[in-house]
């Protein structure tokens, strides 16, 4: 690294709690690195990312695919470290999850399908299938799923039931834990549009809601969101009305809930991203504040993806 020029590198990333990448240009070759606590962005062209789409980040490392091969690896933006993952056809895959960072011995890295999960440990040479096995034959498919102390937490449509299971198995045998309550998770007659998170969170998962009315064009207009925990003595879901000195991070496909170590940023809200806009949410008021962090990039041919 010693020998590349600064802009073929990330910036420090230190410097900052999160920042947003901005993937652009033709093949993706260009990168904006907007720091949200600042509002300032940093111009890159880093030749890793070149053509390469974001699935997943965590840990400070980014789960990637490039476009033309499909091949998958694993880049750390601080150490440039890169790790090329074993073949896999990523073709309808649903949900992507690094759980624990490379250097641990236990790292797993998942694409989740429909019915299937493939999961890949950095030491091994190949992928390895889990069979989905699902306790009520009524379920059908996985709304939003995440990895928690080596548990997986799922949501199943259509019942919108809490199911979970442990990986550790030849086979994903589901079983349930909450049963679907409208009150509870915040779906209600009227207000069908919505989108569902499970995050970690200081040792606990979270369930984030999204919720938009109806769409222009291909535009989902948000307005509000709805956070629970789980209430083990209740067997359910319970309001989460406010998350203190902390943020969520939310892109289109994954979440994540962190303490806030620098300002900058406004604490007790969500970020979240829409086409090429960041908006912020505060649970505070319910106000919503809109940010454009590149006005100079093209709406049509950019990617936004948080590096956690």
Same mark, same amino acid.
């Given at each position: 690294m010693k020998d590349r020029v600064k802009y073929s590198l990330p910036p420090p990333l230190h410097e900052s709690c999160h920042w947003l990448m901005i993937s652009h240009g033709k093949d993706r070759q260009r990168q904006k690195f907007f720091d949200a606590s600042k509002h300032y962005y940093h111009t890159r062209i880093i030749p890793e990312l070149r053509n390469k789409i974001v699935l997943s980040s965590s840990y400070g490392w980014l789960?990637?695919?490039?476009?033309? *091969?499909?091949?998958?690896?694993?880049?750390?933006? #601080? *150490?440039? /470290? +890169?790790? =090329?993952?074993?073949?896999? $056809? %990523?073709?309808?895959?649903?949900?992507?999850? %690094? =759980?624990?960072?490379?250097?641990?011995? $236990?790292?797993?890295?998942?694409?989740?399908?429909?019915?299937?999960? +493939?999961? =890949?440990?950095?030491?091994? +040479?190949?992928?390895?299938?889990?069979?989905?096995?699902?306790? !009520?034959?009524?379920?059908?498919?996985?709304?939003? #799923?995440?990895?928690?102390?080596?548990?997986? @937490?799922?949501? #199943?449509?259509?019942? #919108?039931?809490? !199911?979970?299971? $442990?990986? /550790?198995?030849?086979?994903?045998?589901?079983?349930?834990?909450?049963?679907?309550?409208?009150?509870?998770?915040?779906?209600?007659?009227?207000?069908?549009?919505?989108? +569902?998170?499970?995050?970690?969170?200081?040792? /606990?998962? %979270?369930?984030?809601?999204?919720? @938009? *009315?109806?769409?222009?064009?291909?535009?989902?207009?948000? @307005?509000?969101?709805?956070?629970?925990?789980?209430?083990?003595?209740?067997?359910? =879901?319970?309001?989460?009305?406010?998350?203190?000195?902390?943020v969520i991070f939310l892109s289109e496909s994954q979440g994540k809930f962190c303490n806030v170590s620098c300002s900058g940023l406004k604490t007790n809200s969500v970020y979240f991203t829409q086409g090429r806009n960041l908006y912020i949410f505060s649970l505070d008021d319910q106000s919503i504040t809109i940010c454009l962090p590149c006005p100079i990039v093209n709406k049509h041919n950019s990617t936004l993806s948080w590096i956690l």
């Open positions: 789960v990637l695919k490039d476009s033309n *091969s499909q091949a998958c690896s694993l880049l750390n933006l #601080v *150490s440039m /470290e +890169m790790i =090329w993952a074993p073949p896999i $056809n %990523l073709n309808k895959y649903k949900f992507c999850i %690094l =759980w624990l960072p490379p250097s641990n011995p $236990n790292c797993q890295l998942f694409f989740i399908f429909k019915d299937f999960l +493939m999961t =890949w440990n950095p030491g091994n +040479m190949e992928f390895i299938k889990k069979e989905f096995r699902l306790e !009520v034959e009524e379920y059908m498919s996985l709304i939003t #799923v995440n990895v928690h102390k080596g548990i997986i @937490y799922a949501i #199943v449509e259509p019942t #919108v039931d809490t !199911v979970f299971a $442990n990986f /550790e198995d030849s086979t994903i045998s589901f079983k349930k834990l909450i049963k679907r309550n409208d009150l509870s998770i915040g779906v209600q007659e009227g207000n069908p549009h919505f989108d +569902m998170y499970l995050i970690e969170s200081c040792g /606990e998962i %979270l369930l984030v809601n999204k919720i @938009y *009315s109806d769409c222009f064009g291909s535009q989902k207009v948000v @307005y509000n969101f709805k956070i629970y925990r789980i209430d083990y003595s209740k067997d359910g =879901w319970v309001d989460v009305e406010n998350i203190g000195n902390q």
